[in-house]
């Protein structure tokens, strides 16, 4: 009887009741972490995106016009031309956008 008058069944129930609030609480939790840890990886991939950028244009070649390609193809047969290869020649007026003054 000295049992029975000590327990408290109230405290029981109350406790039942909390344990739904609970694990609500570690839920939201593991869904915290879960959240934090996304934005990690999601950062990690961004700097790895970057990184995969740079090696790839580094390592590709520099794409560039038609009028680039001839220029330098130019200036490849210009210096074997003896005459040329001396010194850089004056081409100013061999220049269409630019009067000459002949």
């Avoid at 069944?9 to 609970?22: E, S, T």
């Avoid at 959240?35 to 560039?64: F, G, I, N």
């Amino acid at each position: 009887m000295f049992r029975g008058r000590n327990e408290n069944p109230g405290m029981k129930k109350v406790a039942d009741d909390l344990a739904p609030y609970r694990r609500l609480v570690e839920l939201q939790k593991q869904m915290i972490e879960l959240a934090q840890q996304h934005e990690q990886s999601k950062r990690r991939r961004d700097a790895l995106r970057e990184q995969m950028v740079r090696e790839v244009a580094d390592w590709r070649p520099v794409r560039r016009g038609l009028r680039h390609r001839l220029q330098r193809s130019a200036a490849k047969l210009l210096k074997r031309v003896p005459g040329f290869a001396a010194g850089k020649p004056n081409l100013g007026a061999f220049n269409p956008k630019q009067p000459s003054s002949c």
